[in-house]
């Protein structure tokens, strides 16, 4: 079975001679006179847990059912494994799809829901045995093996779902939207089961969510969509750390944006500028096309501002005075909405290391929010 390492050092993107396994070539995809997919391109590696990443109607199912083959593109090619499949019907692809609904029979045991697609493909019966046991053992289901799934919890029959996806031991597995029915803590969970069965398998995994955690939780990389579009892809943390635009900052996880003009923009240093607020902002990662004059937004997280009831030694630089306007008490963690002087609403979150403080920052607190230079992103778009 593979190991944490293993997986962290996968990453056959950065190699130029490493070959895709799916290649989507310039798709596109209409329903009438709507654009589902938009002359997308795309390559998927064997062996990766990717993500498609995107809001409701951006393209990300429907990309997924033309791999699957349940839809043909209006134009382009699909490949897998060097083979153009663009015109191979569903049941011919080596790959299987898990739906969000699971779609049990109801009337039929664990077993026989798995074995159902062997016994379509007359596979021979104790083959069938043998594989409906190596799929139980897999998800753990032994003791579960007769019972139907109105008998299930909702874990559970989202793992029958899962084995009879794997029982014909596809090329690629599909899921959409898969862990969706699940409640949080269950679904955080199986998000783990998933990466740890797909290292063990060496399977490629295609993952649609709208899930922004779950995404960066199981994948390798992500593809975030919008439109029928490209947005970025990259890994998790590139995504997280260095978004390629507002929109993708914004759309995984909280994030503020502070609007300033353009002063300088060379190499890894960036200065910015407001009339809103005293401060220069300075800024070492950003958008190099940034041309001085322009206008930029800082995109910087939450849990990078720090929060102070102290003003700072040096307020020139990357440090904002407001007032406390809102506060989440979270567990581990407290969020902090500040109305800066400008009237702009910025959020601060921090870490619950002890449970008693002497002096909790609190509703209407006058306070200082500051910022390592290397926190932020400057975005011009």
């Given amino acids: 079975m593979a190991t944490g390492p293993v997986k962290r050092s996968f990453a056959p993107w ?7 396994f799916i290649r989507f070539d310039n798709i596109t995809k209409r329903f009438g006179e709507f654009t589902a997919v938009d002359d997308l391109s795309l390559d998927i590696y064997e062996r990766e847990f990717f993500a498609l990443l995107g809001p409701s109607g951006c393209g990300k199912t429907t990309l997924l059912r033309m791999l699957a083959g349940f839809e043909k593109p209006s134009e382009g090619r699909v490949f897998l494994d060097g083979h153009d499949i663009t015109d191979v019907p569903p049941h011919r692809r080596p790959v299987n799809m898990m739906f969000q609904s699971y779609a049990l029979f109801p009337h039929m045991s664990v077993e026989k829901n798995i074995a159902f697609g062997l016994k379509q493909d007359r596979m021979p019966k104790g083959e069938i045995a043998d594989r409906v046991a190596e799929m139980l053992k897999l998800v753990k289901l032994e003791a579960f093996a007769r019972r139907r799934p109105d008998q299930l919890s909702g874990g559970q029959r989202q793992r029958v779902a899962l084995a009879r996806s794997l029982a014909k031991r596809p090329k690629v597995l599909l899921l959409d939207e898969p862990l969706g ?22 399977l490629t995994f295609v993952i649609v969510t709208h899930d922004q955690e779950e995404a960066m939780t ?35 996880g909280d994030v503020n944006f502070l609007e300033a003009t353009v002063v300088t923009a060379e190499d890894d240093r960036f200065e910015l500028t407001s009339d809103k607020w005293a401060t220069r902002i300075v800024a070492t990662a950003g958008d190099h096309r940034a041309e001085p004059g322009e206008t930029a937004w800082l995109s910087i997280r939450p849990e990078k501002m720090r929060i102070s009831l102290d003003q700072p030694e040096d307020t020139s630089v990357n440090c904002v005075p407001g007032e406390v306007w809102d506060v989440a008490y979270l567990g581990d963690i407290s969020i902090y909405h500040v109305k800066l002087d400008s009237g702009e609403i910025v959020k601060s979150s921090v870490t619950n290391l002890t449970r008693l403080v002497e002096r909790p920052i609190t509703w209407d607190d006058r306070v200082w929010l500051s910022w390592p230079r290397d926190a932020g992103v400057v975005l011009t778009r």
Avoid at 14 to 20: N, R, S
């Fill in 218 to 252: 199981v994948s390798d990389r992500i593809a975030v969509m919008n439109e029928g579009r490209l947005v970025q892809v990259s890994t998790p943390a590139v995504i997280y750390e260095t978004p390629g635009s507002r929109y993708v900052a914004g759309f995984i």
């Fill in 14 to 20: 950065e190699d130029p001679d490493a070959k895709a």
């Fill in 181 to 202: 029915a699940l409640d949080k803590k269950l679904r955080g969970e199986t998000q783990f089961e998933l990466m740890d069965l797909q290292m063990e398998l060496g």
